[in-house]
T-cell receptor, first 114, second 111 residues
């Protein structure tokens, strides 16, 4: 089955700790994205990547970091510098140029920081 | 700055009814518009993508239209079913902001 997997589904961390969210796709897509979703707000773009070893900041990149060492994988690290990390995080991928084609989403990771 | 608005925020209809969900955007310089559904606590499922050069797309009971000049898109759902109950989101791609999502319309179809 082709698709996007995110792990874990739920993640709990103490304030001040860095945490890494996993995202893997087997769709052979070039572009990958990270979004966060908060109640009462639309999804907001954190980072996106067009190809391996290249990524660009989105609208709310502060306090986050990413890497793209393999085409299939695009992990997101939420650092202690992120002021409000508790949110639902969604990973997506698409073919071709970023934002030009249909985006497919993973099931999400709900991060709670206390 | 691109802004995307979805009206109504919530909608409740009896099973079998045809319905229309609305999405409006402020900047008409877009590449495409995509409709998604989201079930509670889940990721987004892509429904339809309309490129800026297209006027509509259809998939089964769903039909999405795009009017770039007026900054509007509609998602038409025919013969609604309880399984259609979900939140429907639209997303507009293009320009400096790359992509902008609406907050969604929460649909409940009552058996």
């Amino acid at each position: 089955d082709g698709g996007i997997t995110q792990s874990p589904k739920y993640l709990f961390r103490k304030e001040g700790q860095n945490v890494t969210l996993s995202c893997e796709q087997n769709l052979n897509h070039d572009a990958m994205y990270w979004y966060r979703q908060d109640p009462g707000q639309g999804l907001r773009l954190i980072y996106y990547s067009q190809i391996v070893n290249d990524f660009q900041k989105g609208d709310i990149a502060e306090g986050y970091s990413v890497s793209r060492e393999k085409k299939e994988s695009f992990p997101l690290t939420v650092t202690s510098a992120q002021k409000n990390p508790t949110a639902f995080y969604l990973c997506a991928s698409s073919a071709g140029q970023p934002f030009s084609y249909e985006q497919y989403f993973g099931p999400g990771t709900r991060l709670t920081v206390t | 700055k691109q802004e995307v608005t979805q009206i109504p925020a919530a909608l409740s209809v009896p099973e079998g009814e045809n319905l229309v969900l609305n999405c409006s955007f402020t900047d008409s310089a877009i590449y495409n518009l995509q409709w998604f559904r989201q079930d509670p606590g889940k990721g987004l499922t892509s429904l339809l993508l309309i490129q800026s050069s297209q006027r509509e797309q259809t998939s089964g009971r769903l039909n999405a239209s795009l009017d770039k000049s007026s900054g509007r898109s509609t998602l038409y759902i025919a013969a609604s079913q309880p399984g259609d109950s979900a939140t429907y989101l639209c997303a507009v791609s293009g320009g400096y902001q790359k992509v902008t999502f609406g907050i969604g319309t929460k649909l409940q179809v009552i058996p």
